[in-house]
Structure formats: C-alpha cells, structure tokens
C-alpha cells in the first residue's frame, strides 16, 4: 500500500519571526492557495494538532513556550521548520538574543519568506511520501534547538 498521509492539522508558533513568513503562510489559507482542500489546516490549540510548524530563529523568550507547545501535540507528531531563520540559515542567526532555529525537522521549507506555492508543494509532497507509521516521525522528546 502506497504511504500517505491524508491531512495534517498544524500548530504555527512565531518563535521571533520578523513576520514575513506569517504573511505567506496566512497566504497558504487564502482563496488562491485554500490549502484546507488538501487535508492541511491551522489549528489553535496544541491538542488539536499533529503538527508544529515553527517560523523564526528562536528567540530567548520563544525557547520555552516553543517546549512546552510541542510537548502539548500527541504523538505521533512532526515539526516542520518554515523558513530559512527556522532551518538555521537566516538573516537573524547569529543575533544574541537567537538559538539559531531548529537543530532537527522532519521538514525544512527554506526561503526567506517561503513562497506559499512552492511551500505548499512541499507539504503536499511530504504528506504523499510518509505515513502514520512511527518511522515517519522523530522520536519523542523535546524540541531540539541550536
Ligand atoms: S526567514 Fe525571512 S521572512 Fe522568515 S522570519 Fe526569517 S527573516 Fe523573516
């Protein structure tokens, strides 16, 4: 049977974005992108989620809520790093008050913002190439930041 994840329920957390990545991710929701019709959707609570989408580098005061977020998602459960301050690559990595983002994801969606298209594809493509399996997703534990 092909592997396939059919929808995926995603808590944002803005871990010191600058915004930018907000704006395309809200765009992904909009009436041109409607990534609901894909099985994807943004939830308000932690417990409704399998998913933790993190934007921004992790700032100091963002490290502790962005623990306790991902310890409030059941397993199994994924976090995606969106954007390049979240993959450890952008403009803000080497400020003070930084962790540098995400030390592991299941899945990295660069850019700085990310278009919402070729993000969008991403997800979609991920969704269509794992299942719920275990193997799919990290072990357990806390978010690991640099
Ligand atoms: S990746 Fe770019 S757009 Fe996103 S938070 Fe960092 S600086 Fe802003």
């Not at 306790?68 to 995606?80: D, E, L, Q, S």
């Not at 390049?84 to 983002?101: E, K, L, P, R, W």
């Amino acid at each position: 049977m092909a592997k396939s994840i059919k929808t995926l329920q995603i808590r944002h957390v803005d871990a010191g974005s600058c915004n930018g990545c907000e704006q395309e991710l809200t765009a992904l929701t909009s009436r041109d992108y409607d990534m609901q019709r894909y099985g994807l959707d943004i939830v308000a609570s932690p417990r409704h989620a399998d998913a933790l989408l993190v934007t921004g580098p992790v700032t100091d005061t963002m490290a502790l809520p962005l623990e306790k977020v991902w310890g409030a998602i059941a397993a199994p459960k994924v976090r995606i790093a969106f954007g390049d301050c979240a993959i450890g690559c952008g403009v803000f990595q080497q400020s003070y008050t930084s962790h540098g983002g995400l030390i592991d994801s299941d899945l990295e969606i660069p850019g700085c913002p990310p278009e919402p298209g070729p993000a969008l594809a991403a997800l979609r493509d991920w969704m269509g190439s794992h299942s719920r399996g275990k193997s799919a997703y990290l072990e357990l534990g806390p978010v690991e930041i640099n």
